[in-house]
């Protein structure tokens, strides 16, 4: 069996639940009445190994757009950006980056960014062949700034980043830069420290995960801004966002609650914030989405290196969750 499903408590709700996903046809036509409790569902998918690499790499993974490549980043000895093919293929080492990590496939999938530097840590993105998946132009810095985190615009031609200082009151801010003219705009600023961010499908928003600033708070939000106006809501709070799915339809979070410590799960909810599924994942790196919604990434140490896996997701579920308000 390629996967489980375990349930807990109420079985009878366990079988309605089901049926509904069995009707995904009869629910597309009007919004369902019933809603997963993921404290009743958890996923346990079986990891599928899809590729290898023999350095020590980054945990943080990023796939190509149509999920024939992951980009990778060697942490020692040297440096060392590799695109993995993820039928097996032999892995291109690409050598003209320096102490990098955080790599990210532009949606369009024509490059590839990532945080790296002597010194100061700033964006820098190179240019890839889609067809190979190998850089065909030398790194280039995005913007002067030092960064935490960015996120590329569906067409790649955009980026909101997260300079790595805060301001005086505890806050982060996220800007907005052309790749091309280079030109910045500022878009917001918010209390406590943006970690995480990413760019929706539909080109209409960022999702960034927050820290909070007072040192007895654990809680996390995850924050949904508008790119046109900065209007934002908090759409969810967890003990740390893990992202927005690449079709922008759900988002992943840990939580720190009981039952999602005893499963090692990680919760799945639709970008209103409505908790979807809970997916108990092996030890090890926390996975991130896959190029679709269909599948969470997952790298795991070997014995000189590291080995990625795809854990399946039911799309079905996700799709069908969406279409709750």
């Not at 796939?63 to 892995?91: C, H, K, M, N, Y």
């Not at 990434?297 to 308000?325: H, K, N, T, Y």
Request: proline share 10%; with cysteine.
């Amino acid at each position: 069996m390629a996967h489980t499903l375990s349930f807990f408590g109420d079985r009878s709700a366990a079988l309605a639940g089901l049926l509904c996903l069995a009707t995904a046809g009869t629910l597309a036509a009007q919004a369902p009445a019933w809603r997963p409790d993921p404290k009743i569902f958890v996923y346990r998918p079986q990891p599928q190994r899809v590729a290898a690499i023999d350095v020590p790499i980054d945990p943080a993974v990023a796939p190509s757009p149509d999920g024939r490549f992951f980009a990778a980043l060697q942490t020692r000895p040297d440096p060392v950006l590799w695109i993995v093919p993820a039928d097996g293929g032999e892995p291109f080492a690409y050598r003209k980056i320096w102490s990098a990590y955080k790599p990210r496939w532009a949606p369009s999938g024509n490059r590839i960014g990532f945080i790296a530097g002597i010194g100061p840590m700033r964006i820098w993105t190179v240019e890839v062949d889609p067809e190979t998946g190998r850089p065909i132009d030398p790194p280039r810095m995005l913007y002067r700034a030092p960064a935490n985190a960015f996120a590329f615009a569906p067409d790649g031609e955009r980026v909101a980043f997260v300079p790595r200082r805060t301001t005086e009151a505890g806050a982060s801010e996220i800007y907005i830069v052309d790749w091309e003219s280079r030109r910045v705009r500022f878009l917001l600023r918010e209390e406590g420290m943006i970690y995480r961010l990413d760019w929706s499908a539909d080109g209409e928003y960022v999702y960034f995960g927050v820290a909070p600033d007072a040192p007895d708070d654990s809680l996390h939000r995850v924050v949904r801004a508008r790119i046109r106006g900065a209007a934002r809501e908090t759409i969810a709070e967890a003990s740390e966002f893990l992202g927005l799915a690449p079709d922008g339809l759900s988002i992943l979070y840990r939580t720190n609650d009981l039952d999602a410590l005893i499963n090692n799960a990680l919760e799945v909810a639709n970008t209103n914030g409505q908790p979807l599924l809970r997916i108990a994942v092996p030890g090890g790196a926390v996975p991130s989405w896959g190029p679709t919604s269909g599948s969470l990434v997952q790298v795991r140490a070997r014995d000189a290196g590291l080995e990625v896996f795809v854990l399946p997701v039911p799309g079905l579920w996700l799709r069908v969750g969406a279409l709750i308000e």
